[in-house]
Nanobody, 122 residues
Framework: QVQLVESGGGLIQAGGSLRLSCLASGITFSTYAMGWFRQAPEKEREVVAAISWSGGVTYYADSVKGRFTISRDNAKNTVYLQMNTLKPEDTAIYYC???????????????WGQGTQVTVSS
């Protein structure tokens, strides 16, 4: 069955960096776009970044542009999110998802991982 397993979250001070990973199984990874989403307490889930199946096209939410980088390794069935210059407002549960690139950019997906908590202290 489809499985998306996120890792790499944690507690970090503002200004620090974290790298999230998401290992996918049960899908032909190299044929799907991948995305990272996040959900903060009492807020709706929002798309953070998306990457096309080849890795050649990427999308970032304005709030993370210039600080976060999404990448993928199709040989390892893994998508990454490098997060630099973290801010307290980045605190959320981060989820990875897969689907059509156009859908992920709009914040839509039918499949989610269990999420990994990122907490940024001020």
């Amino acid at each position: 069955q489809v499985q998306l397993v996120e890792s790499g979250g944690g507690l970090i001070q503002a200004g620090g960096s974290l790298r999230l990973s998401c290992l996918a199984s049960g899908i032909t990874f190299s044929t799907y776009a991948m995305g990272w989403f996040r959900q903060a307490p009492e807020k709706e889930r929002e798309v953070v970044a998306a990457i096309s199946w080849s890795g050649g096209v990427t999308y970032y939410a304005d709030s993370v542009k210039g600080r976060f980088t999404i990448s993928r390794d199709n040989a390892k069935n893994t998508v990454y999110l490098q997060m630099n210059t973290l801010k307290p407002e980045d605190t959320a549960i981060y989820y990875c998802a897969f689907g059509l690139y156009s859908s992920l950019r709009r914040g839509q997906s039918d499949y989610w991982g269990q999420g990994t908590q990122v907490t940024v202290s001020s």
